[in-house]
Each structure stands twice: as C-alpha cells, then as structure tokens.
C-alpha cells in the first residue's frame, strides 16, 4: 500500500519515512509539506538513496488518486479541517496530532485554544490504543507521546479497581517532543544541562489520559499531570505515583501488569523493582515498565519508557496501521533499541 505523508518535514514525518522504509506492506507514496517544496534528499541528506521525489503542495485529490492511506504528521489545528476531504470519501486516515482525539469539542477548545473539528468528524474518528483495541473504521486518531507513556502505566491499576486516590504523573520529554520550531526553552544554551518544567496542569495531553482512563474507572475526574523538558533528542520518561488499596500486594499489583501485556508485542514489563531507562527504547517502538510499591506508604512507584518519536508518534501510527489492515502487530517496528 502506497501512503501519503502530509507534514514530511517534521521530525514526526520524517520519523514515518524510516519505518515505512523497512515495512512490508507499506510504501512511501507521495508526501506534502504546506511550506517547503524542494526534493526531499535536498532538505534531508540522510535521506539519500532512500527518498529520490518532490516534497509537494498539499491537494487531497491527488493524494487520494495517488496513494491508499494517508498520514497526517500535522501540528495541532491542520486536520481538524483537512481530514474531512479524505473521510466522506472513506479513505483511511491515521492523524498523529491531537485534533481528533477528543470527543468533546468543548475540552479541545480549552486545552488546544483553537476551535475545534467538526461534531461529525469527531464522531467517525477512533482513538485507538492499540494495546487495548483495534479501528473499525477509516479515521484513526493517534495518541499522543506523554498520553500514551501514561496511559500504559495506568490501565492495569485502574482495570482491577486498585486505585485509592489521586493518580500523579510526572512526564519528561527529549526536546524532539517540542518539534522543529525553535524557542527559548528548546535553544541549545537554555535546554544543554538543564531541566525545565512547563505546561504544569495546563497540558493539553491531560483530557486524553482522562478520556481514556474513563474507560476503565468512570469515577476519574482529575488527574495531577506535570510535563519537563530534559536535554535528549527523544524520548519519554513517565513516572506516576498511585495511592494503592490497603488489601493490594505488589506481588499482586505485578501479576496484573503482567497479565495485562501478556500479548502486548511492544510492552515490556521489567522484573519487581527494575526501573527501565530512556535508552532501552530508543529509535524503537517499545514501551518498558517498572513498578514497585513502597509497603509504608502503600505508594505505587510506575516508570514507563518511550521514544517520543517511536511509541508516542509513527511507531505507534504504523502499530495501528498493522492493527487495522489485519498485519502482524509488529510488522516493521522490530528495530533493536539504539545502544548506547
């Protein structure tokens, strides 16, 4: 199948470029770009001997005469319009931006300050986990990076009712996750050696989680969320800190992670009181988790691992992908971790 790449020049973008490279099934079919329009070798040297053809304008009728799926790797506030040309039409969308991943268009509104996506797009659009369910339908919309890393960590607590409290996640991004826009807290002489808390309950991967952890305990209404910048190129490092039932074990709380990723190809639970670290993951798209439970406190300590541009972006999209065409889960996401 030939996919369409819209937002090529991103690192999301070009991140989709190596794996559809090494897929199966999948091909690079056109790709679009609304500013820059040059050969793609030109503005990506790496890229040489994989990519000989034209970044081009975006025309959504000639992506659909062209290719057979499309990947929007957009910002915020592009898809929420431009999906609809390639849905009436029911040709299979895959949006890895956050515009169709709230069902309600108020929550977007709030969190994105943008207007949001048309109440019908809304309804035919799919956010899919793919952990815990597979697309129907044509128009998938792809989880975030710190949404997916928390959302991981949480499902088994909250699908056997061990949760006594406030869930408290606490996120750490590589600066790839801020994209290629630069600003201050992304320059080099401000993000080298330094840590930088931002967004703090204003993130707007925050009604995501909750949407989705809903499904599991409808009680959650709130959620304790805080997002840093340390100085990587990717990654995610998710800790969340949960208030356990006094009858729960952490014996118990481990058999459930492990039962609930029994059949998960791309989560790794590691042994009690192993912590993983950004790097088993790198350039993958793997999530690793650690947990252990502090006896006095009755604390849950999880750690889960991404790389941003993996697992929390075209990782994940292309995991759906396989999903949703009926592939093996894993097909073309295989990648030994970059080590060291």
Not at 42 to 68: C, R, S, V
Not at 83 to 108: C, E, H, Q, W
Not at 198 to 219: A, G, R, S
Not at 238 to 249: C, E, F, Q, R
Request: charged share 15%.
């Amino acid at each position: 199948m030939k996919a369409a790449i819209v937002g090529v020049t991103g690192y999301t973008g070009v991140e989709l470029i190596r794996l559809i490279q090494q897929h199966p099934v999948l091909e690079v079919g056109t790709i679009h770009s609304h500013s820059m329009h040059e050969h793609a070798e030109k503005l990506y040297p790496h890229l040489t001997g994989f990519l000989d053809q034209e970044i081009l304008p975006y025309d959504p009728q000639y992506i659909q005469q062209a290719n057979e799926l499309v990947f929007f790797a957009t910002p915020a506030g592009i898809s929420r319009t431009l999906a609809a040309d390639f849905a009436k039409n029911g040709f299979p969308v895959i949006d890895l931006s956050g515009d169709l991943r709230l069902k309600n268009p108020l929550d977007y509104q709030k969190w994105y300050q943008k207007e949001a996506a048309d109440a019908e797009l809304l309804a035919q659009a799919e956010y899919i986990v793919p952990e815990f369910t597979t697309a129907n339908g044509h128009l998938i919309a792809n989880p975030g990076c710190y949404a997916t890393a928390a959302i991981l960590a949480a499902a088994p607590i909250l699908q056997q009712g061990c949760l006594a409290g406030t869930l408290i996640f606490d996120g750490k991004s590589g600066l790839s996750g801020a994209g290629k826009s630069l600003t201050d807290s992304s320059h080099y002489v401000n993000a080298s050696e330094n840590m930088a808390m931002y967004k703090l309950n204003q993130h707007q991967h925050i009604p995501e989680i909750i949407q989705q952890l809903q499904q599991w305990d409808p009680t959650i209404q709130h959620i304790q969320f805080s997002t840093s910048l340390i100085p990587v190129k990717r990654g995610i490092f998710m800790t969340l800190y949960a208030p356990i039932k006094d009858a729960v074990t952490e014996a118990d709380l481990y058999q459930q992670f492990l039962a609930t990723y029994e059949d998960a190809a791309f989560v790794r639970v590691q042994p009690v009181g192993k912590m993983p670290e950004l790097r088993q993951v790198t350039a993958t798209n793997f999530c690793d988790i650690g947990l252990s439970l502090n006896p006095d406190t009755q604390i849950l300590t999880v750690v889960a691992v991404i790389d941003n541009l993996g697992k929390g972006a075209a990782g994940q999209a292309i995991q759906n992908f396989n999903c949703w065409a009926g592939l093996s889960e894993t097909a073309g996401l295989l990648q030994v971790p970059v080590y060291p």
